[in-house]
Nanobody
């Protein structure tokens, strides 16, 4: 059974850091691009970052560029999103999603996790 599970969300003060994890089971991430999306109530789901299947290409939304880092651990079959210098506007539910080989800006991903809540507040 193919599954993606996010973890690592929580409450953090502005300027703080969190590291989100996306664990895959039932398939290997080597062949899949993994993207992190986020969504707040009433807004469209936004792609924050993506890493391709081989792990040698990454992309970031302008809003997080220079603050977030995406990485892939093929041995552990996991993808991480290290979030630094967090701002209140980063508050959202964060989802990881898998798509065969390459990233897409659209929501056309094959598998989605259930999401993990991130709250940035003092």
């Amino acid at each position: 059974q193919w599954q993606l599970v996010e973890s690592g969300g929580g409450l953090v003060q502005p300027g703080g850091s969190l590291k989100l994890s996306c664990t895959a089971s039932g398939f290997r991430l080597d062949d899949y691009a993994i993207a992190w999306f986020r969504q707040t109530p009433g807004k469209e789901r936004e792609r924050v970052s993506c890493i391709n299947g081989s792990g040698d290409w990454t992309n970031y939304a302008d809003s997080v560029k220079g603050r977030f880092i995406i990485s892939k651990d093929k041995a552990e079959n996991m993808v991480y999103l290290k979030m630094n210098s967090l701002k209140p506007e980063d508050t959202a539910v964060y989802y990881c999603a898998a798509r065969f080989v390459s990233c897409s800006l659209s929501l056309s991903y094959d598998h989605w996790g259930q999401g993990t809540q991130v709250i940035v507040s003092s």
